[in-house]
């Protein structure tokens, strides 16, 4: 189901940093208390593939987020000790040593249930035993959660386990945002910053589309 347009859910969640710092981070808090928008990305699992490649690229955009008052964190369902694992293995050696944003140790996965973002699938209940038996891997698909200041979910999207990322696209979705709440307009598609937007309205919708 989707959550755009709703509070993001109010849970306290461990989280870790590259100093091994053990912390609680409230993703909603860190919007509202802080007046900045959040990007927060989920990644299957620690010592992987494609997530290394994804933590790395968010990093390396790292000062492009912050330029636009953006909060970037990090998620998975791994515990704060195998992050900090992680954090601690080069980058030659399949590690995260540099990514300085926090990451959540999300290990009871209370708030990837509530985001229905778990790769849990053929549930089948035994008519005898009345139990239900849950097959897949338990952790997370790529899902990415964009929160503007007032908590809300802006845009949510989730990419399957061997898709990786844009990072570019979630900057673009921070900038259209930004238009929407400064300027009152609307960005049509491709839009980019510095690129034409127009008012939601009849009259504006087909001059944009006469002049493209």
């Given amino acids: 189901m989707a959550l755009v347009g709703k509070q993001f859910p109010d849970l306290d969640v461990n989280a870790m940093n590259e ?4 912390f609680k981070v409230n993703v909603l808090e860190e919007a509202k208390n802080n007046n900045k928008k959040v990007v927060l990305f989920w990644y299957p699992k620690d010592f992987t593939f494609v997530c290394p490649t994804e933590l790395h690229a968010f990093q390396a955009a790292l000062g492009e987020f912050e330029k636009r008052n953006t909060i970037v964190i990090g998620a998975s369902c791994d515990t704060a000790e195998v992050h900090f694992a992680w954090l601690s293995t080069s980058k030659d ?32 209940y035994d008519e005898e035993t009345g139990l239900v038996t849950v097959e897949g891997d338990n952790v997370t698909f790529r899902a990415t959660y964009i929160i503007d ?11 399957n386990m061997p898709l990786g990322r844009n990072v570019n696209e979630y900057i673009r979705i921070i900038d259209a945002l930004t238009h929407v709440q400064e300027k009152g307009e609307v960005c049509p598609a491709n839009w980019e910053e510095g690129k034409e937007a127009m008012q939601a309205n009849a009259k504006d919708t087909a001059a944009y589309l006469a002049a493209h």
Avoid: C, K, M, W
């Fill in 149 to 159: 200041e007032e908590g809300t979910i802006q845009h949510e999207s989730v990419n």
């Fill in 93 to 124: 050696n399949g590690g995260i040593e540099g990514v300085t944003y926090p990451i959540l140790a999300d290990s009871n996965r209370n708030l990837a249930s509530a985001l229905g973002i778990l790769d849990i699938f053929n549930e089948q």
């Fill in 19 to 22: 100093l091994g710092d053990t």
